[in-house]
């Protein structure tokens, strides 16, 4: 009975890797494309996604600089 139920637990347990491992190379899969697909519409825009992290950065710290400016009172007139 023992030798049965030891094989049901890893018969289980090979299922559920098999699914986690499956959705895991789906997932993969998934953000590959989106990837490619953002890739694409910046080229065929003309604008690198290189450029546009760039962007984000320098809004980031603008922002980061404004609300310090905030906190303390003291205004950059930049």
Sequence with gaps: MEQLAVAI???IGAIVVAMIERSHRR???DHQA???KIETLG???GVSIDRVENTAIRT??????HIRDHAT???DTD
């Design 9 to 11: 637990i890893g018969v």
């Design 27 to 29: 997932n993969r899969q």
């Design 34 to 36: 989106v990837s490619d």
């Design 43 to 45: 080229k065929s825009l």
């Design 60 to 65: 980031e710290q603008k922002l980061d600089g």
């Design 73 to 75: 009172g003291i205004f």
